[in-house]
C-alpha cells in the first residue's frame, strides 16, 4: 500500500517535484530511477508517481528503459510529471503510450514548468524569474496532490499541435544520437580531478584518465557532471564558460551522490 515515486534528474529540479508532491500526499516512498538498473522492478504500492524532466521533447531514454522493467505490475493509480522548461510538447503522450505497451494505465499526467538546465542555450535566468517559477510549480504540485489523493482520471497535458509535430519529429530523430551528444564536453584548467562528474553521472557514464574526465558515449545529456562540478571546469561547445550553472537551490550535491 501507500505511494511510490520513482523519479529521474540531472540538476535536482524534478527530485524537488518528487519531494514536494511525497510531502503533500502525507509521505511517499521516494526512488531514484538510476538505482533501478536492468532489473524488472518490483513494486507493491496502490499509487506508482513517475517524476522526471523532458528531454528534447520527449521522454529521456532511462525513462523509457525503466517503464519498460515496469510491466505486470498492477497499482491502483499512476501518475506522472514531466518537469521541463517550457515546452512539454507531447511528452506525456509519448509516456501514455509507452505505458500502455506495458500493460499499464497512465491515470493522469501533469507538466510543470522550472528554471533551464539546457546550458547550451543558456543559463536558468534571472534569481526573481525563478523563484517566480518556484512559486507557481508549488501551487501545481499541491493541486496535482489532490487530483492524486483523488485517483482522477484525466487526459495528459500537452503542448499545442505545432509543438507535438515540429518537436516529435526532432525528438526521433535525434533520439539515436543522444549518446554520443557527450563529444562536446571539455574540462579547463581550473579541473582538480575532484571525480565528483564521475560520481553525479546517473549514466555511469564518465571514467578518469590522467586525472581528467573522459566521457564514454554513453550519455543521456542530463548535464549533471557539468552543472554539479564544483570548480564549473567542465565546459559544452564554445559557450558554456560564459553562462551560469544550476541546479535547484534546495537540491545539494550529497543527495545527489547519495541516489546513485
Ligand atoms: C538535453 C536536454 C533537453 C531538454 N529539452 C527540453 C525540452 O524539450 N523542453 C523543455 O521545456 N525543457 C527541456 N529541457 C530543460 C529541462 O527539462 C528542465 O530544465 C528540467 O526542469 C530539468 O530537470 P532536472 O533538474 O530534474 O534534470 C532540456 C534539458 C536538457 C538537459
Known amino acids: 500500500m501507500g505511494a511510490t515515486i520513482f523519479y529521474h534528474t540531472g540538476t535536482g529540479n524534478s527530485l524537488w ?14 526512488v531514484s530511477i538510476a538505482e533501478c538498473k536492468d532489473e524488472k522492478t518490483a513494486v507493491s504500492s496502490e499509487i506508482v508517481g513517475l517524476v522526471f524532466p523532458v528531454h528534447i521533447w520527449g521522454v529521456p531514454a532511462p525513462v523509457i528503459r525503466f517503464v519498460n522493467t515496469l510491466k505486470g505490475i498492477q497499482p ?3 501518475f506522472a510529471i514531466a518537469v521541463h522548461a517550457g515546452q512539454v ?12 505497451e506495458n500493460g499499464l494505465n497512465l491515470s493522469s499526467g501533469f507538466e510543470i514548468a522550472m528554471p533551464s538546465n539546457y546550458i547550451p542555450w543558456g543559463g536558468p535566468g534571472p534569481q526573481e524569474k525563478q523563484r517566480k517559477c518556484f512559486e507557481l510549480a508549488q501551487e501545481k504540485v499541491s493541486r496535482i496532490a489532490v487530483s492524486i489523493k483523488g485517483k482522477e482520471d484525466m487526459p495528459v497535458e500537452k503542448g499545442p499541435l505545432w509543438q507535438r509535430i515540429l518537436f516529435t519529429a526532432i525528438y526521433n530523430m535525434s533520439f539515436s544520437h543522444v549518446p554520443k551528444m557527450d563529444k562536446k564536453f571539455w574540462v579547463d584548467d581550473k579541473c582538480n580531478a575532484c571525480e565528483i562528474c564521475c560520481k553525479v553521472c546517473p549514466s555511469g557514464n564518465i571514467t578518469m584518465r590522467e586525472g581528467k574526465p573522459v566521457w564514454n558515449h ?3 545529456v542530463c548535464f549533471a557532471c557539468l552543472q554539479w562540478c564544483p570548480q564549473e571546469a567542465i565546459q559544452h561547445g564554445k559557450k558554456t564558460p560564459g553562462y551560469e550553472r544550476y541546479h535547484h537551490p534546495e537540491v545539494l550535491l550529497k543527495d545527489m551522490l547519495k541516489e546513485r
Do not use: I
Open 76 to 78: 491502483g493509480y499512476v
Open 89 to 100: 510538447s507531447n511528452t506525456l503522450v509519448q509516456l501514455k503510450t509507452l505505458m500502455a
Open 218 to 220: 554513453r550519455c543521456e
Open 17 to 30: 517535484v518528487a519531494r514536494r508532491v511525497a510531502d503533500e500526499l502525507g509521505g511517499a516512498e521516494l
